[in-house]
């Protein structure tokens, strides 16, 4: 079998790809306007909810550079996966059943409609969206630019492909991206989900009995190993350090709850009741597919040590070498076909929201109405701003590494810092303002760009993000308590009571 | 408590932010965020643990207390004002005792392998990191199973439904009537 390894991978991505195309046909039969489009008319069931959530959750960046991050800085980067039930619980308690009520109760299809709702502001709708789009793109840039290098890997390995270049890999995957999200929007987005969710939980499981069993002692020899080169990076803080780790605790604990692509996915369940289930699924999902992220970096890190693997070119490289080199061609076929699947149910879910600030929230805040035909014109906005940022991508990967990187990391961080305080929130606490929102918002978009920008590094592994998210949650609330207390509109008021 | 959690939530933002601000500007010792491995390029090491907590790790310490107890805090500020009953409250106080000392395990832990070298290990990693790793996963169930299993008694009740609906009947009205 292993003679054919290529091949069985290829194949197995192949099928999927297909799998997405006809997905996509079968959901624009189901998509009639704007509300099917953006959040599937709110007619969802729990499971395929549940799924969409931790799918989206969990990028490419989970499967490829998580276990990288592992490889190289050891048990530092586990603080951005424990923190996961943290995280789901902090968004259900304050995000899941407001979120749900406004958008019924408003018609709301986006997430600055929903800010726009219940601050009575335009300003907010409209900084809320162009933070959406700025995080968009870079986010969007690094998905299909992942996807398009872990394609030509793929790809080169057989013969008939041997030299295909980035460039076509680009076009190849995002045309199946496009194809899908133009065709079906977010119904297609959130069945394909389901997929490679389930992908994702299969192989996420298979991969840790792997690891598992790469040395005679199991996962203990492992860390064993790793413990007698470098103590500390095995220990609870890892290599980066306490404050490192706190911080993506911080940022990545309470700031799933600020992310856009995964809090907009709570507006869409049928029932209100179905959020009980809905939490419990979706962790246990994550769980199981970042088991993944965790037990490649630890082993590859171990392996590489003990002198059983050579040292890696790039720490991206520790999920493919294990896949490779461990694993048999089968279980790889499905592993690399739930890297697709991570890498498109997130680059989906970005596509969706960013051509809906695009389309409907940008031009609202501005003019005060939407524009005409919003189906139409999210069609051929989803098509742009994909072409966009795979040009992005590219020109970043051929001319200056550091733009996607820069607005990648941007994403997560500004998410956190300038939506959650807003949203997470201020939908739980009358008393937040406009000028509170706004503040929070700058303040987080500053500090985000101006650290990332300038390279600004601060002692102890202190992050950017880190500095951001603390000052704008000080500064919402703080700001707010200070500014006259706002009137609600009569629904808003009622609903906030409930 | 009920009706000032956002001054608590405020306050406890306000000592994170003058913790960090303490952290940023206390000595600093060199490579405090990890180093380059000496011969595999590629991996970061940690080197000198115990170095690197000598100023900041008490510190460290009460910024990791106060994020659990804000993570506490926003899940009640999630429950409305009237169902922040005394039984609630103890059992979010009881999901914030078990996350105290899942951290202080984890600190004591790490303090305790710096001062002797040694270390037991429990389902594949050393106890401290297990305490990070298992320990801050099931920390957090707890709320989950608040969540899930009293969500009609604290996230959406009947009578919150009914009301839900009363509201959304009148909109519905009011739309059909313009």
């Given at each position: ?21 006809l ?28 799924l969409?959530l ?23 980067s586990f ?14 308690f304050l ?18 409609d ?5 601050y ?28 398009a ?59 840790l ?14 860390t ?8 500390e ?15 993506w605790f ?18 869409m ?7 009980r ?6 962790l ?10 965790i ?6 890190r ?44 997130t ?31 999210a069609?051929v ?16 990967h ?53 650290t ?9 592994g ?30 808003i ?6 | ?9 405020f ?21 405090s ?42 899940s ?21 005792v ?8 984890m ?19 050393p106890?401290?990191?297990?305490w ?5 996963w ?9 969540y ?13 439904e ?17």
């Amino acid at each position: 079998m292993d003679a054919f390894r290529q091949e069985i991978i290829v194949g197995a991505v192949a099928v999927y790809m297909v799998f997405c195309v006809l997905t996509g046909l079968w959901a624009m039969r189901r998509t009639h306007n704007t509300s099917d489009f953006f959040i599937a008319g709110r007619g969802l069931g729990p499971i395929v909810v549940a799924l969409a959530l931790f799918s989206s959750t969990l990028s490419g960046f989970g499967f490829v550079g998580g276990p990288g991050l592992v490889y190289s800085i050891g048990v530092s980067s586990f603080w951005m996966v424990v923190i996961s039930s943290t995280g789901y619980a902090i968004g259900f308690f304050l995000v899941a059943k407001r979120i749900r009520m406004i958008a019924e109760l408003r018609d709301c299809i986006s997430l600055p409609d929903i800010v726009a709702a219940r601050y009575g502001s335009q300003s907010v709708r409209f900084m809320i969206a162009v933070t959406i789009v700025l995080g968009v793109m870079g986010y969007l840039a690094t998905q299909i630019l992942a996807m398009a290098v872990v394609m030509q890997a793929i790809l080169s390995g057989t013969a008939t492909f041997a030299n295909i270049s980035l460039v076509t890999c680009v076009v190849i995957s995002s045309a199946v991206l496009i194809f899908y999200c133009v065709t079906g929007g977010i119904i297609a987005s959130v069945y394909t989900d389901v997929v490679q969710g389930a992908i994702m939980i299969v192989a996420g499981t298979l991969i840790l009995f792997t690891a598992v069993n790469v040395f005679d002692g199991g996962m203990q020899e492992a860390t064993s190993i790793i413990l007698a080169d470098d103590a500390e990076a095995v220990m609870p803080y890892g290599a980066a350090g306490m404050l490192a780790s706190l911080g993506w605790f911080f940022v990545f604990g309470l700031g799933l709850a600020g992310q856009p692509h995964l809090i907009t996915k709570m507006m869409m369940n049928k029932e209100m009741a179905d959020n009980r289930t809905i939490l419990p699924m979706s962790l246990f999902g994550y769980v199981m597919a970042a088991l993944l992220w965790i037990s490649i970096g630890i082993v590859m890190r171990a392996a590489v040590i003990d002198g059983v693997v050579p040292p890696l070119a790039l720490p991206d490289d520790a999920a493919s070498v294990f896949l490779s080199v461990f694993t048999n061609p089968l279980l790889a076929g499905v592993v690399f076909a739930g890297l697709f699947a991570a890498i498109m149910s997130t680059s989906d879910a970005f596509l969706n929201i960013g051509t809906a600030a695009i389309i409907h929230d940008i031009p609202k805040s501005i003019r005060g109405k939407s524009i005409n035909n919003e189906l139409f014109w999210a069609r051929v906005v989803t098509i742009i701003l994909a072409i966009v940022a795979a040009s992005f991508a590219l020109y970043s990967h051929y001319r200056d590494a550091t733009l996607v990187a820069i607005l990648g990391a941007f994403g997560w961080g500004t998410f956190a810092a300038g939506i959650f305080p807003v949203v997470a929130v201020g939908l739980n606490w009358k008393g937040a303002t406009v000028a509170g929102a706004v503040t929070a918002i700058s303040a987080a978009l500053l500090i985000n760009f101006v650290t990332q920008l300038a390279g600004v590094t601060f002692p102890y592994g202190v992050s950017g993000q880190l500095a951001a998210f603390v000052t704008s949650m000080v500064l919402f609330i703080g700001v707010s308590l200070v500014t006259k207390k706002p009137v609600l509109d009569s629904d808003i008021n009622r609903m906030m009571d409930i | 408590m009920r009706s000032k959690l956002i001054y608590i939530i405020f306050v406890v933002g306000v000592l994170m932010a003058a913790i960090l601000i303490t952290i940023i500007v206390a000595e600093n010792v060199p490579n405090s965020g990890g180093a380059a491995h000496p011969e595999i390029a590629g991996l970061q090491i940690g080197g000198d643990g115990a170095a690197r907590m000598e100023y900041i790790g008490t510190l460290g310490l009460a910024f990791h207390c106060l994020l659990l107890v804000q993570i506490i805090l926003l899940s009640l500020l999630g429950v409305s004002e009237r169902y922040r009953s005394n039984g609630l409250i103890a059992y979010m106080g009881g999901t914030l005792v078990f996350m105290l000392l899942v951290a202080w395990q984890m600190y004591s832990g790490h303090q305790q392998f710096l001062e002797t070298d040694e270390t037991g290990y429990f389902l594949g990693f050393p106890t401290a990191t297990a305490w990070a790793t298992y320990g801050t996963w099931i920390g957090a169930i707890p709320l989950i199973l608040i969540y899930s299993i009293g969500f009609r008694k604290y996230i959406y009740t009947p009578e919150d439904e009914k009301k839900y609906n009363e509201l959304l009947a009148e909109k519905t009205e009011l739309m059909e009537q313009q």
